[in-house]
């Protein structure tokens, strides 16, 4: 079974502030996906990762996954309350139709 | 700009009882999947559809079932509910296995 562990569960941090949350499994992953998720949403897709060592940026927000395909770390600079929000990493079963999910990493950025 | 659309947005059953969450995408996507989201646990499949007339079980598919009679919708049936059933239920579309999934904004089932 292909598990997905993130971490921290839960973070909560001042407007301006940096944060790193991770997401790391012992199995090795064709692509991962990360999301973000508002309350009464569904899953929004943010970026996939492909590549082992790719980085990717959208605007303040830095994706990186690992050179052996079993993590991935998203970094979030100068964060603010439009942050807010539980971000969810994901990695495909064989297919991107049978997605396994990690259990979320749940931001709180406060003004 | 429909996207995927589920209804109801709310349910509360009693055990026992029946029924049907409906789920509609209007992309013409071939793949489409149900997940169940519980506090602590993430998103989980339940069941999942490669095209019209094909379905599979997911991760946790016991106590449910799906059918897939047209490309557009894809149905998730409980056929007796248990309260281990309460949780929010998301389906998520894609155009082929290789695309990132669209999913819709959830049915928040409640079951007493």
């Known amino acids: 079974t292909q598990l997905l562990e993130q971490s921290p569960q839960f973070l909560s941090i001042q407007e301006g502030e940096n944060l790193t949350v991770y997401c790391n499994s012992s199995?090795?992953?064709?692509?991962l996906q990360w999301y973000r998720q508002e309350p009464g949403e569904g899953p929004v897709l943010l970026v996939t990762?492909?590549?082992?060592?790719e980085v990717k940026k959208l605007k303040r927000l830095t994706f990186q996954f690992g050179d052996a395909r079993k993590d991935s770390s998203l970094h979030i600079t100068a964060a603010q309350p439009g942050d807010t929000g539980l971000y969810l990493c994901?990695?495909?079963?064989?297919?991107?139709?049978?997605?396994?999910f990690g259990k979320g990493t749940l931001l709180t950025v406060n003004p | 700009n429909a996207g995927v659309t589920q209804t109801p947005k709310f349910q509360v059953l009693k055990t026992g009882q029946s029924m049907t969450l409906q789920c509609a995408q209007d992309?013409?996507?071939?793949?489409m999947s149900w997940y169940r989201q519980d506090p602590g646990m993430g998103l989980r499949l339940i069941h999942y559809?490669?095209?019209?007339?094909?379905?599979d079980q997911g991760e946790v598919p016991n106590g449910y079932n799906v059918s897939r009679s047209t490309t557009e919708d894809f149905p998730l049936r409980l056929l007796s509910a248990a309260p281990s059933q309460t949780s929010v239920y998301f389906c998520?579309?894609?155009?082929?296995?290789?695309?990132?999934?669209?999913f819709g904004d959830g049915t928040r089932l409640s079951i007493l």
């Open positions: 559809s490669v095209g019209a007339g094909i379905t």
């Open positions: 994901a990695g495909p079963r064989g297919s991107n139709y049978k997605l396994t």
């Open positions: 992309m013409n996507h071939e793949y």
């Open positions: 998520a579309s894609s155009a082929d296995s290789s695309q990132p999934q669209h």
């Open positions: 990762v492909v590549t082992g060592g």
């Open positions: 199995s090795v992953f064709s692509s």
